[in-house]
């Protein structure tokens, strides 16, 4: 029977509040179904309107179709000045706009006889305020590695002790030494809206009532013990990882099909462990130069490709022709090589098709997860933000390999189609990588089942909600 605040018997009632992003929306909807289906929770998930890219409206809706079981609760934001910030990152800017409208959360909240809130770590320093005045427990989902969220955690104080000096590389203690040159771009400059956010949220992850992370501790010992030990910053929460959240029976390439997408089919037609699949993440990551490069590469590799192609940040905007961007005559000469695409593909689909040999990614870190729980070696080319901090995670996890020198955004390099070619054919034919990353697989897929480490620490999540409530 429902009791009068939402709550179905002694079934804890969850409220998931995502950011903006696909890198932020796709873990919470993940870990909305665990909940609702696996874990015997009520959900309801903060839809917070308008969304920035259309990937998220229908992302959001396929969520609420497939589950009917979760909620919607919908948050319109405040208005917002964004030429406060000319030039800024439509998606910092969203995380701005949410942060300024946290006071609405209230009255949102108040009412809906809550057990918790699980807040994405961008807005983690002006919800759990809030949550605290209504009483309400707050933790918050780290969508990024554990490694990111020990940097996180540990850069106000390395901030503090540096004094004002610029940033250099960071010794995280009880875990390891993030080189200058892996730190996000923005942090280096310590009047970025971005930068002040991330310091915001580091310093009050220690007021969470326990902080979620999209990892598993087979690959992120060390960072995961060093944070639960309090070596990273003391009194931290406790930490939870309850990862690699995955879309829970997910039919091998069906819904995909289902939609009409004719890549799949193109990988049904391909030999086992043969393509190379090619993607930078929801948004635009390389530069036209490097696009025309890339293209010249995969084609000189003589694999077969899957290759996605984003031109620009936001997907509404992305008008360009595939064969403007990918130079004269370039899709007539790879027919039957390779499947060239700018639509939305169902990238974890596609990563559990048995053809998949290598993913180049940017390493994102929800393609990292996927990777991870298909036994797909990651050939890492991070770009931006905390890529390459997931690409350390890669490299040192055994998930794949990590060319250090490929460009990273603001550097002018162009890496050349021979070298991308060498590097494919190089790491296709390395037997040593394919087999660690499919026991990294293993582990990945033995974590997150029932009884698994990352199963269980959702499960003592879901306890103490049910305890606390
Ligand atoms: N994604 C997808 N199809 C695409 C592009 C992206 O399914 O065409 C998914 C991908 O599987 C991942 C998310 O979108 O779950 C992107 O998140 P990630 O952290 O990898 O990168 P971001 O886009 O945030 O840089
Ligand atoms: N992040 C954070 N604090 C913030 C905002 C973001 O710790 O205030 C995390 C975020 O989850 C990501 C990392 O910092 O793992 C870098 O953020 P970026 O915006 O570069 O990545 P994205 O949001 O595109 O995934």
Known sequence: ??????????????????????????????????????????????????TVSAAESRHLQGL?????????????????????????????????????????????????????LVTDIALASVVIPVAKEIH????????????????????PTYLDTNAGRVVGDVDIPGVYRIPKASIPQALHDPNHLFTRQFVANGQDLAKADGVLVNTFDALELEAVTALRQGSVAAGFPPVFSVGPLVTVN???????????????????????????????????AISRDQVRELAIGLEASGQP?????KSTVVDRDDSAELSELLGEG????????????????????????????????????????????????VLAWPRFGDQRVNAGVVARGGLGVWVERWSWEGEEDVVSGEEIAEKVKAVMADETVRKKAASVGEAAVKEFADGGTSYRSLTEFVRRCRDLA
């Not at 000319?86 to 949410?98: H, I, K, N, T, V």
Request: aromatic share 10%.
């Open 1 to 50: 029977m429902p009791t009068s605040g939402g709550r179905t018997g002694d079934r804890p009632h969850v409220i998931l509040l995502p950011s903006a992003g696909m890198g932020h929306l796709v873990p919470f909807s993940r870990l909305a179904v665990a909940l609702s289906s696996g874990h015997g929770c009520d959900v309801s998930v903060v839809a917070v309107l308008p």
């Open 64 to 116: 609420l179709d497939a589950s009917p079981a979760v909620r919607r609760l919908d948050l319109h934001l405040a208005p917002f000045d964004e030429s406060e910030f000319p030039g800024a990152d439509p998606f910092f800017l969203r995380f701005e706009a949410m942060r300024r409208s946290a006071p609405l959360l209230g009255p949102l909240l108040a009412d809906t006889g809550a057990s918790a």
């Open 136 to 155: 309400l427990p707050c933790y918050v989902l780290f969508t990024a590695s554990a490694a990111m969220l020990s940097f996180c955690a540990y850069f």
């Open 250 to 284: 997910l039919p091998a390439g069906e819904a995909a099909k289902e939609s009409g997408n004719d890549y799949m089919y193109w990988l049904d037609a391909q030999p086992a462990q043969s393509v190379v699949y090619v993607s930078f993440g929801s948004r635009k």
């Open 305 to 309: 490709f899957l290759w996605v192609v």
């Open 330 to 377: 370039f899709l007539e000469r790879v027919q039957g090589q390779g499947f060239v695409t700018k639509a939305w593909v169902e990238q974890e689909e596609v990563l559990k098709h048995e053809s998949i040999g290598l993913f180049i990614s940017h390493c994102g870190w929800n393609s990292v997860t996927e990777a991870a729980a298909s036994g797909v070696p």
